[in-house]
């Protein structure tokens, strides 16, 4: 159980143009989930939570206008990079709670998508 | 101060020898403790989750919670070179909506 999947895997990109990533939970349902963006040799870093049906939160120092998140149903969240350039290249990974909690806070990670903006 | 803190590495150990990572966090009022192992470019893959002090068993695996203390580790027994990863701490406060990572710590076990 608990398996959250992402799509795509890997992506290259010209600059200037837009990305969408899909997260999705398969076994379970997730009202929270989490977009995170970690460059080589660093930690993860959070960007966003995502809230089904409700605005996403972004950290601080995270531009809501480039990286747009949609928590659309209770399995899906997507991000958007918009306008992608190079400094956007990363791993991005998703993370979903489960829905009723009983996991006591456990977050599942996706497989990430690696981007690449050339 | 960092809310979760962890030794960042490399801890380097012989094949066979117990693996001890350590965690401490600030918030007191955290209530759920996780460690993930994270390989080099995959994502984070949760492998204990422990919610009351003491000791939790999951094979080789042993998490240590001391609230008092604020502190947490990880214990890996009979440590195997394909436990080399990085590991990272992860606290959730109550309702957990929101976990705080530590930033990780190498670990390298020698065949």
């Known amino acids: 159980g608990a398996v959250v999947s992402q799509h795509p895997s890997w992506v290259i990109c010209k600059s200037g143009t837009s990305v969408k990533i899909e997260c999705r939970s398969l076994?379970?349902?997730?009202?929270?989930m989490f977009w995170y963006r970690q460059f080589p040799k660093q930690s993860l870093m959070l960007m966003a939570t995502?809230?089904?049906?409700?605005?996403?939160?972004?950290e601080q120092g995270v531009e809501k206008d480039k990286f747009l998140i949609n928590h659309a149903s209770l399995t899906l969240s997507t991000l958007t990079v918009t306008s992608a350039h190079p400094e956007d290249s990363s791993f991005y990974i998703c993370?979903?709670?489960?829905?009723?909690?009983?996991?006591?806070?456990?977050?599942?990670f996706g497989p990430g998508t690696r981007l690449t903006v050339t | 101060q960092k809310e979760v803190e962890q030794n960042s590495g490399p801890l380097s150990v012989p094949e066979g020898a117990i693996a001890s990572l350590n965690c401490t966090y600030s918030?007191?009022?955290?209530?759920?403790f996780f460690w993930y192992r994270q390989y080099s470019g995959k994502s984070p893959e949760l492998i204990m989750s422990i919610y009351s002090n003491g000791d939790k068993e999951d094979g080789r695996f042993t998490a240590q919670l001391n609230k008092a203390s604020q502190y947490v580790s990880l214990l890996i027994r009979d440590s195997q070179p394909s436990d080399s990863a990085t590991y990272l701490c992860a606290v959730s406060i109550p309702g957990g909506f929101k976990t705080i990572f530590g930033a990780g710590t190498r670990l390298f076990v020698k065949a």
């Open positions: 076994d379970f349902q997730a009202t929270t």
């Open positions: 993370s979903a709670r489960d829905f009723q909690g009983r996991s006591g806070g456990e977050q599942y």
């Open positions: 918030d007191r009022v955290s209530q759920s």
């Open positions: 995502s809230n089904e049906g409700s605005k996403a939160t972004y």
